[in-house]
């Protein structure tokens, strides 16, 4: 994940001015606050995270079958 540097707030900020965060959040579609200088949580629109795709055990499961499918060369000269 990229960050804009534009978008790092302290969690100090992000406690005293909880709206403005909510405003830089529907604007840009993320923050991300920071803990002791280092990145510790993201703040996202919640449509935002609907729009996000998941994939479930089955998903992943007929995803890797695929990929093996489609390389399976690639697997069998890297096995050797």
């Not at 923050?31 to 479930?56: A, S």
């Not at 060369?73 to 050797?80: G, M, R, T």
């Amino acid at each position: 994940m990229l960050v804009d540097t534009a978008n790092l707030v302290s969690i100090t900020e992000a406690n005293q001015n909880f709206s403005r965060i909510a405003r830089m959040v529907d604007e840009r579609g993320s923050v991300v606050i920071m803990r002791n200088n280092v990145p510790q949580y993201v703040l996202i629109d919640f449509h935002q995270l609907q729009q996000d795709e998941t994939f479930d055990d089955v998903d992943v499961a007929t995803l890797g079958g695929r990929l093996i499918a489609d390389h399976r060369h690639a697997f069998e000269v890297l096995a050797q």
